[in-house]
């Protein structure tokens, strides 16, 4: 695990020298990024800071078994399926990873929309929780691994209690989840502390566009 500072990401060039190693795209040199990190860290805040102002890099989409928040929309925000729909995306092999997040609901990300990114030499980004970006180790181990990491953990208890999404007995079941991510963190090829999501999108951005990252070939 490399803690990059950002005089090191500046100097991430993209020869757009691209591999058939099936995580990286042939003409852009794309290299797929998985973005993970506790919860309430900032994950979703600093993906639509990307999503907004870098639109050449594709986040995917995750399928999930949870409801619709209001203002969120099917296709963009997530696909929302039901259960058998969930169950028949495992059975025919359609996710690249998936697990139950929170306890609450089944999350997962489709394979396909993926490789198709990719092979078009697209940048592509998921922001997963921690037993997915496992799984995508074990299957795209070229793929570049990040934290998201807290300024403390105050700072996570004060997000987390803020976002005001929780009820109180969620917000500790989160926490506890919380305290084994942050144990994770060494499992990670890079770290970035989400301070100022401005700084933090900006240094993700830099990796995702990045060929090699922590000696990775
Ligand atoms: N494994 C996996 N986790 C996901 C996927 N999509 C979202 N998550 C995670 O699911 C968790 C809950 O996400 P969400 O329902 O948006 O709630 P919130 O991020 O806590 O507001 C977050 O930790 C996400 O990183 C996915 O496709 N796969
Ligand atoms: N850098 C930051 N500084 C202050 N607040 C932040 C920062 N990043 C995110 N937040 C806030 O923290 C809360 C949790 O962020 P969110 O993106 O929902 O986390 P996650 O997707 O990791 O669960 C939200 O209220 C968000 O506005």
Redesign the pocket.
């Known amino acids: 695990m490399t803690e990059l500072m950002p005089t090191e990401l500046e100097t991430g060039v993209d020869t757009g020298n691209g591999s058939a190693d099936g995580t990286r795209g042939g003409a852009g040199g794309a290299r797929l990024t998985v973005?993970?990190?506790?919860?309430?860290v900032g994950?979703?805040t600093v993906a639509a800071q990307i999503r907004e102002n870098y639109p050449d890099i594709w986040i995917?989409v995750?399928?999930?078994t949870?409801k619709a928040?209001p203002g969120e929309e099917h296709g963009v925000?997530?696909l929302f399926v039901s259960d058998e729909e969930f169950d028949r995306m495992i059975a025919a092999d359609e996710?690249?990873?998936?697990?139950v997040?929170?306890k609450?609901?089944r999350?997962?990300?489709?394979r396909q929309p993926v490789l198709d990114k990719l092979a078009e030499g697209r940048p592509a980004l998921?922001?997963?929780?921690?037993?997915?970006?496992r799984?995508v180790r074990e299957t795209m181990p070229e793929a570049h691994f990040v934290f998201l990491a807290p300024p403390s953990w105050d700072e996570l208890v004060r997000r987390l209690v803020g976002?005001g999404?929780?009820t109180a007995e969620e917000r500790e079941r989160?926490l506890e989840t919380a305290t084994l991510e942050l144990a994770a963190e060494k499992e990670f090829d890079v770290t970035i502390v989400n301070a100022s999501v401005r700084e933090a999108a900006d240094q993700l951005v830099k990796l995702i566009r990045s060929p090699n990252i922590s000696g990775k070939s």
């Open positions: 973005l993970a990190g506790p919860t309430a994950k979703g995917s995750s399928a999930t949870r928040r925000h997530y996710l690249l990873e998936w697990a997040v929170h609450a609901a999350y997962g990300t489709p998921l922001e997963i929780d921690l037993q997915g970006a799984q976002r999404t929780e989160r």
